[in-house]
């Protein structure tokens, strides 16, 4: 994926670990969804996924310290969503995450929203150290 996407909306941030920040990030996406006119089905996931990674961010990765920040970077086109969410904690290996759906695993708190974020986003990549995500959605027709 080039550049050459015509975003309608781009939007860089670095929020306080604060998940009130978080939710009104979360609602000028929706907003900007809206105005480029995403279908509803598509635009219910994306904020699943959004929120899940930055409440993530916010809780696992920085612990909910004051003195660490989150960096987002969102951009929205008529075909595209790309959301970057980057946190300043230590990270974790999304490969090592419990699998939710397992049986022994459904009283396990951790590894939905690894899950949910994979099962909403057309493509979903970490980083080598894994503090920071970034992920996209195509939109269906």
């Known amino acids: 994926m080039g550049d050459d996407n015509n975003?309608?909306?781009?939007?860089?941030?670095t929020i306080p670990s604060d998940t009130g920040e978080g939710q009104r990030l979360i609602k000028e996406l929706l907003t900007q969804l809206e105005l480029a006119q995403w279908a509803s089905h598509?635009?219910?996931?994306?904020?699943?996924?959004?929120?899940?990674?930055i409440v993530n961010a916010i809780k696992h990765g920085n612990k909910q310290d004051p003195n660490k920040s989150?960096?987002?970077?969102m951009r929205v086109s008529k075909q595209e969503v790309m959301i970057h969410i980057t946190d300043e904690g230590p990270g974790f290996d999304p490969q090592a995450v419990p699998?939710?759906?397992?049986?022994?695993?459904?009283?396990?708190p951790?590894?939905?929203?690894?899950?949910?974020?994979k099962a909403y986003m057309t493509d979903v990549q970490y980083?080598?150290?894994g503090n920071s995500v970034r992920m996209t959605k195509t939109r269906s027709n």
Request: no cysteine.
């Open 99 to 108: 699998d939710p759906t397992l049986d022994e695993n459904l009283d396990v």
């Open 70 to 73: 989150v960096h987002v970077d």
């Open 110 to 117: 951790s590894g939905r929203g690894v899950m949910l974020i």
């Open 127 to 129: 980083n080598e150290q």
């Open 42 to 53: 598509d635009s219910f996931g994306i904020h699943l996924a959004a929120e899940e990674a």
């Open 7 to 13: 975003w309608l909306w781009s939007y860089v941030e």
